[in-house]
């Protein structure tokens, strides 16, 4: 994987995480892989039109998001971006600190997109 590859990619996580901050559902979808396999801490997973819904409806509303340890692994088509989390989260009217590893799964067709994510809780 070439250099800015990797930037492509760690550059496309910032947007999708600002516009998570923002609820921004119309640059999520064009972040957002059609085929989306999103796993949560707490085990539920969503596709692309739910997880799209929770954040429209307010169901979900991120207040801050920081990431560290961040890994980027080319796999032919794919990249995986790995690292650890920290999240702070409304789910349905309830504030949440989430502490996870998390590993999800960009492609490119016509510009970068997360087609899997999966949070693994650390505490």
């Keep these: 994987m070439h250099a800015s590859?990797?930037?492509?990619?760690l550059d496309a996580e910032?947007?999708?995480?600002?516009?998570m901050l923002v609820g921004d559902?119309?640059?999520l979808d064009r972040l957002l892989d059609a085929r989306l396999h999103f796993s949560?801490?707490?085990g539920a997973v969503d596709d692309?039109?739910?997880?799209?819904?929770k954040i429209r409806e307010g169901r979900i509303?991120?207040?801050?998001?920081?990431?560290?340890?961040?890994k980027v692994f080319a796999l032919g088509d794919a990249v995986l971006l790995c690292g650890r989390m920290n999240t702070l989260v409304k789910v349905d009217g309830i504030e949440k600190h989430?502490?996870?590893?998390?590993?999800?799964?960009?492609?490119?067709?016509?510009?970068?997109?997360l087609v899997a994510f999966q949070s693994t809780p650390i505490k």
């Design 5 to 9: 590859e990797a930037a492509a990619v």
């Design 98 to 113: 989430l502490e996870n590893r998390v590993l999800s799964v960009w492609t490119r067709i016509d510009e970068w997109r």
């Design 40 to 42: 949560h801490a707490n």
């Design 61 to 70: 509303g991120y207040l801050a998001i920081d990431w560290s340890e961040q």
């Design 25 to 27: 559902v119309i640059q």
């Design 48 to 53: 692309k039109e739910a997880y799209l819904t």
């Design 14 to 19: 910032k947007m999708r995480c600002a516009a």
